[in-house]
């Protein structure tokens, strides 16, 4: 049984910074791309950010870049998204997702973990 549990979410003010986590089991961690997606009220799940999984290859989607790093940790089977310079249009569910190759296309990623919740203020 397949699991990714993000966490790390929280309430910020504008300008700060989070670090969300992604630990994933029942995969073989390494052998997969992951990624990070976000939701807002009534709007679309969007990309925020993807990686391979070697992390030679990065993608991020240009609200965020600058600003946001993904990295990951296979040995520990986690995903990272360390984000500064927040901004309150950064307010959105936060999920991460797992593909057999990186891709910024949501509908290639198999698995889904259940989202965290990010709020910044103004």
């Known amino acids: 049984q397949v699991q990714l549990v993000e966490s790390g979410g929280g309430l910020v003010q504008a300008g700060d910074s989070l670090r969300l986590s992604c630990a994933a089991s029942?995969?073989?961690?390494?052998?997969?791309?992951m990624g990070w997606f976000r939701q807002a009220p009534g709007k679309e799940r969007e990309l925020v950010a993807a990686i391979s999984w070697s992390s030679e290859t990065t993608r991020y989607t240009d609200s965020v870049k600058g600003r946001f790093t993904i990295s990951r940790a296979n040995a520990k089977n986690t995903v990272y998204l360390q984000m500064n310079s927040l901004k309150p249009e950064d307010t959105a569910v936060y999920y991460c997702?797992?593909?057999?190759?990186?891709?910024?296309?949501?509908?290639?990623?198999?698995?889904w973990g259940q989202g965290t919740q990010v709020t910044v203020s103004s």
């Open positions: 997702g797992a593909a057999l190759t990186v891709h910024t296309k949501l509908e290639n990623y198999a698995y």
């Open positions: 029942g995969l073989t961690f390494s052998s997969y791309a």
